[in-house]
């Protein structure tokens, strides 16, 4: 075929139309996306059924009309009964005013007490002083600012010179001392007492005894501190010479 006929066959339309169609046949990209769609999908029956929720829903109430209306739900009603139970315990206080105002006068007293109480430990207490030593035994009680109230000692018992130094003799000081304070009406008046020890006499232990026993029973509770005042030597000048008999 020469050139001039091949260009005059291209120049018709009709003829040179099918001269450039392609081989293949043209695929759309539906028909390829449809390579991906046409296997049949599993259907799942559990994704028909509405999943319920772990919670309850509640649903708002709808006026459809006068005679239909929607129902509450459980939430709706447990609502209503918390609700009773709070006016039933309201009624109930402003019935029986008597119950709440006990109370809170139970709660007041408390609170008094405890303020008392914290009062009672930043005041100073009563003080018990028992000052033994290898001759005597003194026993003096004194006030909050240390002024005495009483004091006594083996030889206001009637013991005379060496009989004071014994236990016997501190044991019927401090019970006779005690005897006295209830006398006088000061046990009552003692709200808190400090012990104070001083010396190593056997006086110490003596009257120790005797507020540890049936005649201190009412001094006990009101004890609020126990301490030791005896005096000891650090240095400073020479001692007295000890006596040496025999």
């Not at 291209?10 to 392609?22: E, H």
């Not at 309850?56 to 005679?67: A, E, I, N, Q, R």
């Not at 007293?109 to 000052?131: G, L, N, Q, T």
Request: proline share 6%; glycine share 6%; aromatic share 6%.
């Amino acid at each position: 075929m020469s050139r001039f006929l091949t260009s005059r066959l291209l120049a018709v339309p009709d003829l040179a139309r099918p001269l450039t169609k392609s081989i293949l046949p043209a695929v759309s990209t539906l028909q390829w996306a449809r390579l991906f769609s046409q296997s049949p999908a599993v259907r799942n029956d559990d994704s028909q059924q509405q999943q319920q929720p772990p919670f309850p829903v509640v649903s708002p109430l709808v006026h459809t009309g006068p005679s239909q209306q929607q129902a509450p739900t459980s939430t709706a009603t447990t609502g209503g009964s918390m609700m009773s139970k709070l006016a039933k315990d309201v009624l109930g206080r402003a019935i029986r005013p008597s119950a709440t105002s006990s109370s809170a006068e139970e709660d007041l007293m408390r609170e008094v007490s405890a303020e008392e109480k914290e009062d009672d430990d930043s005041e100073e207490p009563y003080h018990f002083h028992i000052y033994s030593h290898k001759h005597n035994t003194h026993v003096t009680l004194t006030k909050p600012n240390r002024d005495v109230i009483m004091t006594l000692s083996c030889g206001n018992l009637g013991f005379r010179k060496s009989q004071r130094k014994h236990y016997d003799s501190a044991y019927q000081l401090g019970a006779y001392f005690i005897d006295k304070m209830h006398q006088r009406g000061l046990v009552k008046k003692i709200n808190r007492l400090e012990v104070v020890l001083a010396g190593f006499g056997q006086g110490r232990e003596a009257v120790v005894k005797v507020l540890m026993g049936a005649e201190g029973k009412h001094l006990r509770p009101k004890i609020v501190r126990v301490s030791d005042a005896t005096k000891l030597k650090f240095g400073g000048t020479r001692s007295k010479k000890h006596r040496r008999l025999g």
